[in-house]
């Protein structure tokens, strides 16, 4: 399942190449799930619409639109688990699991591909933000402020969409790493100290990720089925049993909120 800075990288890729066209004509698939608004609404605010920009909100792919008969509109693409938006030349073939077409002013495609289904498209007037604040953006003040309403152990809560919309489990056990915090605690016992930490630590692998995905767009939106993903070398996640980096204790695996969480017994605290 991409995450956050997955996201942002396919959503900064499709920037560059898509930003500036035009939607000419929209073909939609029969298939019903990845549908959340109608097949006629998906073609009715596509069509004719010029592509402003594309961005990522949270774990969505956002694609602001601007046209005669609609302004401001918007397309929000959920890449699921297995959704890929390809940029593809007319003459490409069509794959398998192909849900939607949207043929470009400049002769390209945009093509959402989904196998499993878990992918969502939709469209609607402007202003999607998602319920929670952005990771990337949020100031310290504001996420100590966030957290320390929160009973929550931290892990959930950093995994809370109406906190911060887009950390995923990755990222969520790398920063408590980072920041020396133990991903049981709750929320709301952490020092002024540890969630400035806790705030730097999440940005700093939010970014790292992002910049060391830079160079594999181009495969990620441009092959047909070639996963371009890329990893920033995880300290905690999927590491248990092997010895920390820094102290050499087994990295411990436990469940919080319902998922594997991964943590040093010894720097976390
Ligand atoms: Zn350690």
Partial sequence: MPELPEVE?????????????????????????????????????LEGADIKMVRRVGKHIVFDLGSNKNS???????LGMTGKMLVAAPETETLKHTHLVAKLASGRELRFVDPRRFGRLEVRQAG???PGAEPLSIDVAEFSRLFHASKAPVKAALLNQKLLHGVGNIYADEALFRAHIRPRRRANTLTKSELRKLHAA???????????????ISDYVDADGEEGFFQIQHRAYGREGKPCLTCKTPIKKIV??????????????
């Fill in 202 to 216: 999440l940005q700093k692998v939010l970014h790292a990720a992002i910049a060391a995905g830079g160079s594999s």
């Fill in 128 to 130: 999607f933000s998602g």
């Fill in 72 to 78: 401001d509109s918007q397309w929000i693409v959920h």
């Fill in 256 to 269: 919080v909120g319902g998922r594997g969480t991964h943590y040093c017994p010894k720097c976390q605290k």
């Fill in 9 to 45: 990288t396919i959503a900064n890729g499709l920037n560059k190449r898509v930003a500036g066209d035009r939607i000419d004509s929209v073909w939609v698939g029969s298939k019903p799930e990845p549908l959340k608004s109608s097949a006629a609404e998906i073609s009715a605010v």
